[in-house]
């Protein structure tokens, strides 16, 4: 249970400190924002991108930034649902 | 007691199954976003649990309306009525294996890949066995099986277990209550008003999940736009 709940709150975490920088934040602050060691950090962002939460853009000096993609915003949106439907059933 | 006019049973199982299936269904696709956002293997077995029950529920309706059918004077296929016993067999045993696999999809640490195909492959063996005698108290037998073994399980593990003593009764009850709707199948062996009884019970058990689903997400809702609103 604890640990679902913290991974689904990772990934809350992680996708709210995108949007708090105007949809836009390079990934070196995301990574010092988001308090965790790289290999983990690296762990998540692989699977946010994998399950299409964010994208990278480039801007035209070739700068990588993250930004949230639709169902990024959805689910901050939806996380308190997740979260609380997850407790309801110990699921 | 008088015998009942199975017109009265048929309307008693057309309320049965319209409320049975709203719920089931209900349930389904309300935990459509959270599955598809989450995609927790736990919120994926949880689903299932009611789309098969609703599957099984459903042509445990064709397989009683055929027998009804036949008590009415129309002409019944026996074809219809094995097919329909076979594929209530395995929508159940796919519900039934779903309730296993979501009290214990967490306590295994890496879930097997192919799991779901297994879960299909033991529902068709059953539906083999169930077949091969062509009685459905065989599978009922398996059922049986399948609950004592999550039981046993839930007990086990008691300590530290995360499953509340709530949701251990929701998940035995709906087992119960399956056995008991198919020992229901052979017809004559149980009285009208039993009948009706286990059909509230049922009914009641699928109610009270789907109530504590809309209340969560409710005030989940609610807890959500205060949040994003500061």
Known sequence: ?91 | MPPVHPIWIFGSEVVYFIAVAILCLGIYLRTKDIYALSRLKTIFHFRNIFLYFFLAYAFRFVYLFILLSSDLGFRSLMIFQIFGMLVVSYFSTMAILSVLMTVLVKRISTERKHVNILLHISSIVLLAVVFVTGSLYVLAIFHIAILAFAAITMILKRKGSHFSNQNRITYILLFIFWIINLFEFGRGNVQFITQLGVHAISVAIFLSIYLRLRKRLKNAEKKGKTRNNK
């Open chain 1, 1 to 91: 249970m604890q640990k679902k709940r913290e991974r689904l709150e990772i990934i809350n975490d992680i996708l709210d400190i995108i949007r708090s920088n105007n949809n836009s934040i390079k990934p070196t602050p995301l990574l010092r924002f988001s308090n965790m060691s790289t290999q983990r950090f690296n762990d998540y962002y692989n699977e946010l991108i994998e399950k299409e939460f964010i994208r990278e853009d480039h801007d035209k000096n070739g700068r990588k930034f993250i930004t949230l993609t639709d169902k990024g915003f959805q689910f901050l949106q939806k996380y308190q649902s997740i979260l609380g439907f997850v407790e309801e059933f110990d699921l």
